[in-house]
Nanobody, 116 residues
């Protein structure tokens, strides 16, 4: 079955960096776009990065553009999220996501806390 396992979250000071990873299995990873979402307490889940199947195209919302970079390694079925210049408002649980036809699959999430 489809499995997405995130790792790499933690506590970081404002201005710091973190790199999240998502290991995928149970589907043909290399043919599907992948996404990172986040959800802060009391807020809706929001998309923070999307990458095409080949990795050649990426999209970001303005809130993270220029600070976050999504990438993927199709030989290792893994997608990454490099987060730089982190701000307290980036604090959230970060989720890896893939859509197969009409079904969305999610990982368990990894907590990112940005605080001094």
């Amino acid at each position: 079955q489809v499995q997405l396992v995130e790792s790499g979250g933690g506590l970081v000071q404002p201005g710091g960096s973190l790199r999240l990873s998502c290991a995928a299995s149970g589907f043909t990873f290399s043919v599907l776009p992948m996404n990172w979402y986040r959800q802060a307490p009391g807020k809706e889940r929001e998309l923070v990065a999307r990458i095409s199947a080949s990795g050649g195209r990426t999209t970001y919302p303005d809130s993270v553009k220029g600070r976050f970079t999504i990438s993927r390694d199709n030989t290792k079925n893994t997608v990454f999220l490099q987060m730089n210049s982190l701000k307290p408002e980036d604090t959230a649980v970060y989720y890896c996501n893939v859509r197969l036809v009409t079904q969305d699959y999610w990982g368990q999430g990894t907590q990112v806390t940005v605080s001094s």
